[in-house]
């Protein structure tokens, strides 16, 4: 599985942010407490355990980078995508509360 580390979501959406989509997997409030967003680039939010229902949402032409707290649950959903025919999914190591300490200190760690 293909790990990206914080420091490299935002050259690799300057690049190509046409075709790059944030998937994050956390669950609602998680968002609410701590949101990464990138400009030009959509965020889809299915929560983990949503994500067999509603795959029909994600596009498998697109470049995508699963988040979520720590790495955990996003490496398991870039598994799941894997195994259904997703070519071009990554893991965004560390999660939020990596993008938190090293790239935007301003989102807040919970």
Do not use: K
């Amino acid at each position: 599985m293909r790990q990206l580390a914080v420091e490299e979501l935002g050259p690799l959406c300057a690049g190509q942010a046409a075709q790059v989509t944030l998937l994050d997997v956390r669950e609602p409030w998680e968002v609410a407490t701590a949101a990464l967003t990138v400009a030009g680039v959509p965020t889809v939010r299915i929560p983990m355990h949503e994500i067999p229902q509603r795959l029909g949402e994600l596009d498998p032409a697109r470049l995508i980078v699963c988040l979520c707290h720590h790495g955990v649950r996003s490496l398991q959903v870039v598994a799941f995508l894997s195994r259904r025919g997703f070519a071009n999914v990554y893991n965004l190591a560390g999660g939020i509360d990596a993008w938190s300490l090293r790239v935007a200190p301003q989102v807040p760690r919970y």
